[in-house]
């Protein structure tokens, strides 16, 4: 908004000094009219140069968020990718442990509740050792899950 005004106001002064010489033929009034544009020639090009220096600024500021930004993407994506190994690796020992039980016990593995939330969108499902039925007694089953801080795993048997 303020480019547009000033660019009028640069127009209406080329208008005035073009004109200037055919609306006067004395040569003080003309001389009064030129000192007169002069001044006002003076002020639009401070007001130009003040809008100059605070379109840089907010350009400069623009940059320097959109830096700021960038910098932020590439943290959350590196936290992300922490966290993905990290729950990858959960995953990973919580199936071996399961299928280690499994193995031993002659059970079957399956994934189960809870499933634990580490991060946004980031998930580690607890896995359920089921144990064989042997005539009409129960043998234990085995929940592999992780600890409350969800950093080991944890086994739980319920019978």
Same mark, same amino acid.
């Given at each position: 908004?303020?480019?547009? %005004? $000033?660019? /009028? +106001?640069?127009? *209406?002064?080329?208008?005035?000094? !073009? &004109? ?40 400069? %500021? $623009?940059? /320097? +968020?959109?830096? *700021?930004?960038?910098?932020?993407? !590439? &943290? ?8 993905m190994r990290r729950r990858d690796a959960l995953r990973f020992a919580i199936e071996n442990t399961a299928g280690r039980i499994a193995q031993e ?12 939330? $580490? ?41």
């Amino acid at each position: 908004m303020e480019h547009k %005004e $000033l660019s /009028r +106001q640069l127009g *209406a002064l080329h208008d005035r000094v !073009a &004109r200037a010489p055919s609306r006067t033929q004395d040569d003080h009034e003309l001389r009064a009219e030129f000192a007169t544009l002069l001044s006002f020639a003076q002020t639009l090009r401070t007001d130009a140069e003040n809008w100059r220096t605070a379109f840089e600024d907010g350009l400069r %500021e $623009l940059e /320097r +968020q959109e830096a *700021a930004a960038g910098e932020a993407r !590439a &943290r959350s994506a590196a936290e992300r990718e922490t966290l993905m190994r990290r729950r990858d690796a959960l995953r990973f020992a919580i199936e071996n442990t399961a299928g280690r039980i499994a193995q031993e016990n002659g059970g079957d593995c399956r994934n189960t509740l809870p499933v634990l939330r $580490l991060g946004e969108g980031l998930t580690v499902c607890s896995v359920t050792v089921l144990s064989p039925r042997k005539r009409f007694r129960r043998r234990p089953d085995w929940l592999v899950t992780l600890n409350d801080s969800r950093s080991q795993v944890r086994v739980i048997r319920s019978y």
